[in-house]
């Protein structure tokens, strides 16, 4: 007798062998250990060679403590720029434009260091705020031109100590430093 399936049930049938036969590995069968036989070595990666064996550190020697970074040293000034004598640098800025502009800090009073500045540059200066603000003192080193630069070559002196602060922050790393005046300076002449 012969059965004739309908063309569907055929594909169906043959797709589901194939699928199947997909699923087994093309490849040799794995092999698996008889009962009572004792598994092959496992195969293990090359390893580095042994490096040689150094003598134990000494027991009593504590480890020494992490270098304290310093403050960052002053990058030189162009010539012709005075510098308060007690400030210490802090960082220098790019202002864009070609320029930088540095920042120093000290602990010498607004008034004393506005008063080394104007026998310095042989000028009084600005006053840049009013009351209520901190005060602030500007004294220009050259003309400001639009053009090519961001800001006025200029020394500006700030009170940091103004309506009871403690002062100016600077941290590096972990050590943290106040400061009552900070001095920027902005060079006439680009470095």
Do not use: C, H
């Not at 794995?30 to 293990?44: E, H, I, K, L, Q």
């Amino acid at each position: 007798m012969i059965f004739r399936l309908p063309l569907a049930a055929v594909l169906l049938v043959s797709g589901a062998t194939l699928v199947a036969a997909g699923q087994q590995s093309p490849a040799q069968p794995v092999p698996r250990p008889f009962p009572g036989a004792t598994p092959p070595p496992a195969t293990t990666t090359p390893s580095k060679p042994a490096e040689p064996s150094r003598p134990p550190a000494s027991q009593t020697s504590a480890p020494a403590p992490p270098p304290v970074s310093p403050a960052p040293a002053a990058e030189p000034l162009p010539p012709g720029v005075p510098v308060y004598p007690a400030a210490e640098f802090l960082e220098a800025v790019d202002a864009g434009r070609g320029q930088k502009y540095y920042l120093f800090g000290t602990n010498a009073s607004y008034v004393e260091t506005v008063t080394f500045y104007k026998t310095q540059l042989k000028a009084s200066g600005r006053e840049l705020s009013k009351m209520p603000a901190p005060p602030m003192q500007q004294f220009d080193l050259g003309r400001f031109q639009e053009e090519s630069m961001a800001y006025p070559p200029s020394v500006v002196v700030k009170d940091y100590t103004w309506n009871g602060s403690e002062g100016y922050l600077f941290v590096v790393g972990v050590q943290e430093k106040r400061y009552k005046t900070i001095i920027q300076i902005v060079p006439a002449t680009a470095k």
